[in-house]
């Protein structure tokens, strides 16, 4: 069974930094695309940044210039920076990869809460 797990959530203030991370683990061949969404209360989820495996990247355009993804191969795990951060940022962070183990499924984690607020 995959599972993604995030961390590194939590509350900044205006202007300040964090950074997500999600691991990968579980019965994994190979993980090909990896991103992270947002969902702020009320809205609907929206991709926030995408890495493939080769590390080209896409980001939404609120966010280009403030936030870095990132991923290590050999740990699973996708990263994203998020600096100069604004309180519309604030929202549920969700990881999500396309993995390949018992066939090629698209997965999700449980998402890690980021609260911008002075």
């Known amino acids: 069974q995959v599972q993604l797990v995030e961390s590194g959530g939590g509350l900044v203030q205006p202007g300040g930094s964090l950074r997500l991370s999600c691991t990968a683990s579980g019965s994994i061949a190979s993980i090909g695309f990896m991103a992270w969404y947002c969902q702020a209360p009320g809205k609907q989820r929206e991709l926030v940044a995408r890495?493939?495996?080769?590390?080209?990247?896409n980001y939404a355009d609120s966010v280009k210039g403030r936030f870095t993804i990132s991923r290590d191969n050999a740990k699973n795990t996708v990263y994203l920076q998020m600096n100069n951060l604004k309180p519309e940022d604030t929202a549920v962070y969700l990881c999500?990869?396309?993995?390949?183990?018992?066939?090629?499924?698209?997965?999700w984690g449980q998402g890690t809460q980021v609260t911008v607020s002075s």
């Open positions: 999500n990869a396309d993995i390949s183990g018992e066939g090629l499924w698209n997965y």
């Open positions: 890495v493939s495996r080769g590390g080209s990247t």
